[in-house]
C-alpha cells in the first residue's frame, strides 16, 4: 500500500509560491498580489497561487476580488477545504454570519484539521446564541490541539488530495505510535481512497476492539463492508449506529445501501423516500430511488426519479448517466444540449464530467452521430482513466502465474478436494458478453435462483494473496499449493454459507462475477461439482462494449482500447489454459449463437447444469426479478439483434483494437 515518492528539486513554480507565502507572512500583499497575477499567467489554473491570490486581496480589504478570486477557484478546485475557510473569513468581514458559517461548515466537511475555521464557528454560533453548535465547534478545536502533531499534519495532507505524502507520514508515526486510534483511522480513510479495501477494514475492525463506542469509525467501517460486498456485517453495524441515533440521516442511508447489497430493495425504497421528505432537492436520494425501481424493473418511475436528479443537481452527470444506461432510453436535444454545456462547463467536477462525456456518447450514437459520439466516449475513458491506478500489465502476469501453477498434473494430484456440493452455477467471461442473458435464462427456471454478480470469489483470492500483496507480488495462486484438501472443503462451504442470505430455497443459484474467469482453478477445488458457463462474445464487439461502458465500480481494464484488447487477449488464452488442464469443466456459450438459435443453446446450457428442459427458460423475459446489471431493460424483452453489429458503426476509429485481436 506504501508508495514513496523520492525527493526532488522545487521546480521554479513551486519557488514562487514559497516566495509568495513569505510576503503574505511579511504583510506585504500588495506585492504578492501583483506577484500571483503575473505567475497565473503562467499556471491559471494553480491551486496555491489562486488561494494566496484570494487571501492578498482579502487583507488589502477587497472583498468583493476576493470573492470573485474564490468563485474562478471554486470552478477549478472544488475540494480544496482552504479555498471555503477563506470565503467564510471574507463573508465574516462583511458581516454575513449565515453565509460565513455555511463556508465555514463546508471548509471543516473538506478538511477537518481547519482549526481557523473552527474556531470561527464557535464564535459566529456563540455570538448567534446557538449554544449547542458553538459546544461542538469548541469540542473540535480541543480535539485538534489535543492529537499529535504529525497525525494532523498528516490528515491535512490527505485531506488537500496528498494521499501518498499523507501515507508515508502516518505509516512512520505508527511504526512508533501503533495503537494511536487516530492514526488507524486515517489510514483506514487512505486505504478506502486507494481502494485498499482489505487493509481499512482491518484498521476499522481494530480501532473498534479499542473504542467500540466511536460511532464516526464504525460509520466509516459500514460503509468499507458493503463496499466490500460484506452487506450482512454492515446491516448489523448499521443497526446498531441507528439504535443510538434513529434520526441520524447518514446511517438510515448507510442502512438503506446493505438492503440494496442483500436484494431487499423495497425495503431499501421505503427508507429513501422517507429520507426525501426532508430533502427534496437531494440529488443522490433521487438516484439512488432511481436504482432501485431499475432493479426492480419500474422503469417509468425510474426515469422520472433519475430526471429529478438532474433537476436537483444540473450537472449530476450520474443522473444522466443512469439514463442512458438504461440503454432503451432516449435524450431529447434539449437534455442533449444541457450535457453538452455541463460536460464543457469549468465548475464540473471531474467525475461529473466522464459520467456525462459516457451519457453524451449513447445520445450521439443513437442520434447516428458517430464520430462525435467516438469523440464523447473516448473523452470520457481518458478522463476515467486519469484517476485510475490500473496497470494491464499486473494482469497478464497474473494469468502466467495460474498457468504456471494450474497444471493437469496439479489437479490430478488434488483429486476429491473441496465441498461436493452441486448448487453454484458460475457465469464467467468478461462484461457486455451476454452473461445477465444466460443468467435470466437459467433464472427463469424452476430450480435456480438469481442473485447478482457476487464478489466472495474475488475477495478470497484477494485474501489469499495476502497483505503482502499490496507492495510485493501475490501470493496467489502459488499459495493453493500449501492449502489441504480439508481446507478446500472448508473454502467451499464457507461460499455456501456466505451466500444462503441471498438465496429464497431453490436448490441451485447463480454467481454472475465475471471476473471469477481468472478463478476457475481456484473454484474446482473448492466446489468440484460447481458447473461453470464462460459466456462468450465476437471480439470487437465485446470489446468496444466495454469501451461504451462505464462501470459503477472496478473493471478499470475498460477505459482505454488498448487494455480492453490485451485483457481479452489474455481472458481467452486462459479459458484455452482451463480447457486444457480440465476438460470439460467449462460449458462455453457464445452470444451470437444464442441469438441465432435460442433452443438449441437453452437446451445445452440445462443439460449441462443437469436441469429438466423448462419452457420459461425460452421466454425469459417474462420472468419477474431483480436485476442490477447494464443489461437490465434489455433481457426484460425477448431476443434482439440490434446489438450485434454496432460496433461496425466505429469501424474507422478501431484500427489499434482491431490490431491487437488480430
Known amino acids: ?78 475540494e480544496y477545504g482552504r479555498l471555503f475557510q477563506e470565503r467564510g473569513h471574507c463573508l465574516r468581514a462583511v458581516g454575513q454570519s449565515a453565509a460565513a458559517i455555511a463556508a465555514y461548515l463546508h471548509a471543516v466537511m473538506l478538511n477537518p484539521t481547519l482549526s481557523a475555521s473552527w474556531q470561527a464557528l464557535q464564535a459566529l454560533y456563540a455570538g448567534a446564541g446557538d449554544t449547542a453548535n458553538a459546544k461542538l465547534a469548541s469540542a473540535n478545536v480541543s480535539k485538534l490541539a489535543s492529537l499529535p502533531r504529525p497525525v494532523v499534519n498528516a490528515t491535512n495532507l490527505f485531506s488537500e488530495g496528498q494521499i501518498y505524502t499523507a501515507e508515508d507520514l502516518i505509516r512512520r508515526y505508527l511504526l512508533d505510535h501503533p495503537t494511536d486510534i487516530e492514526a488507524m483511522r486515517l489510514l483506514a480513510r487512505i486505504g478506502v481512497r486507494l481502494e485498499i479495501l482489505d487493509d481499512a477494514e482491518y484498521l476499522l475492525e481494530s480501532v473498534l476492539v479499542a473504542q467500540p463506542d466511536y460511532h464516526a469509525a464504525r460509520f466509516e467501517y459500514a460503509d468499507v463492508l458493503i463496499q466490500r460486498h460484506k452487506f450482512t456485517q454492515a446491516l448489523e453495524e448499521a ?52 436504482h432501485a425501481l431499475k432493479t426492480l424493473g419500474r422503469q417509468p418511475e425510474a426515469i422520472d426519479a433519475y430526471r429529478q436528479a438532474a433537476i436537483a443537481r444540473p ?55 458517430f464520430a462525435e459520439s467516438f469523440a464523447s466516449y473516448e473523452r470520457g475513458n481518458a478522463l476515467k482513466k486519469s484517476e485510475s491506478r490500473y496497470r494491464i500489465e499486473t494482469f497478464e502476469r497474473s494469468v502466467l502465474r495460474q498457468e504456471e501453477v494450474c497444471t493437469r498434473e496439479f489437479f490430478a494430484a488434488r483429486g476429491g478436494f473441496g465441498c461436493p456440493s452441486p448448487d453454484p452455477i458460475f457465469i464467467v467471461g468478461l462484461p457486455r458478453a451476454g452473461s445477465t442473458l444466460l443468467e435470466q435464462i437459467l433464472a427463469s427456471h424452476s430450480q435456480v435462483e438469481g442473485t447478482m454478480e457476487l464478489a466472495e470469489i474475488p475477495r478470497l483470492a484477494l485474501h489469499l494473496s495476502g497483505r503482502e500483496g499490496n507492495t510485493q507480488e501475490s501470493l496467489y495462486p502459488a499459495v493453493l499449493a500449501d492449502l489441504s484438501a480439508a481446507r478446500f472443503r472448508e473454502l467451499g462451504e464457507k461460499y455456501l454459507q456466505d451466500t ?140 434482439f439483434t440490434d446489438g450485434l453489429g454496432q460496433w461496425r458503426n466505429f469501424e474507422p476509429w478501431l484500427g489499434p483494437l482491431k490490431d491487437i485481436l488480430s
Open 315 to 369: 450537472d449530476f452527470g450520474d443522473a444522466y448517466w443512469s439514463l442512458a444506461n438504461l440503454k432503451t432510453y432516449r435524450f431529447a436535444d434539449d437534455e442533449v444540449a444541457r450535457m453538452r454545456q455541463h460536460a464543457q462547463a469549468p465548475t464540473t467536477a471531474l467525475e461529473d464530467r466522464y459520467h456525462l462525456c459516457f451519457a453524451l456518447g449513447k445520445a450521439l450514437e443513437d442520434a447516428g452521430d
Open 1 to 78: 500500500m506504501a508508495v514513496v515518492t523520492p525527493e526532488r528539486p522545487a521546480s521554479r513554480v513551486e519557488q514562487e509560491v514559497l516566495r509568495l507565502r513569505g510576503l503574505v507572512e511579511a504583510r506585504q500583499f500588495a506585492q504578492c498580489e501583483a506577484a500571483a497575477r503575473s505567475l497565473l499567467a503562467e499556471v491559471p489554473e494553480n491551486r496555491d497561487v489562486l488561494y494566496l491570490l484570494a487571501v492578498s486581496q482579502r487583507y488589502s480589504g477587497r472583498i468583493a476580488d476576493a470573492l470573485r478570486t474564490l468563485e474562478q477557484f471554486e470552478g477549478l478546485h472544488p
Open 500 to 639: 444462503q442470505v441471498l438465496r429464497t430455497g431453490k436448490p441451485r443459484f447463480i454467481d454472475k462475477m465475471p471476473n471469477n474467469f481468472r478463478h476457475v482453478g481456484l473454484l474446482h477445488l473448492m466446489l468440484p461439482n460447481a458447473r461453470i458457463i464462460d459466456a462468450r462474445r465476437e471480439p470487437m464487439a465485446c470489446c468496444f462494449s466495454n469501451f461504451k461502458q462505464l462501470f459503477a465500480s472496478g473493471q478499470e481494464f475498460t477505459y482505454s482500447l488498448e487494455d480492453i484488447g490485451r485483457y481479452y487477449r489474455s481472458y481467452v488464452k486462459l479459458m484455452d489454459h482451463w480447457d486444457r488442464v480440465l476438460p470439460g469443466k467449462v460449458l462455453r456459450i457464445q452470444h451470437e449463437s444464442v441469438v441465432a438459435d435460442l433452443e438449441g443453446n437453452v437446451r445445452r446450457l440445462l443439460e449441462f447444469c443437469g436441469l429438466e428442459f423448462e419452457s420459461a427458460c425460452l421466454e425469459f423475459w417474462k420472468t419477474r426479478r431483480h436485476v442490477r446489471t447494464a443489461s437490465s431493460e434489455q433481457v426484460r424483452r425477448p431476443i
Open 239 to 290: 443497526r446498531r449506529l441507528i439504535e443510538l441515533d434513529p434520526d441520524n440521516r447518514s446511517y438510515r442511508t448507510i442502512r438503506a445501501n446493505a438492503c440494496v447489497g442483500l436484494g431487499r430493495h423495497e425495503e431499501a425504497l421505503a427508507i429513501y423516500r422517507e429520507l426525501l421528505e426532508t430533502a427534496h432537492r437531494d440529488a443522490d436520494l433521487h438516484l439512488s430511488i432511481g
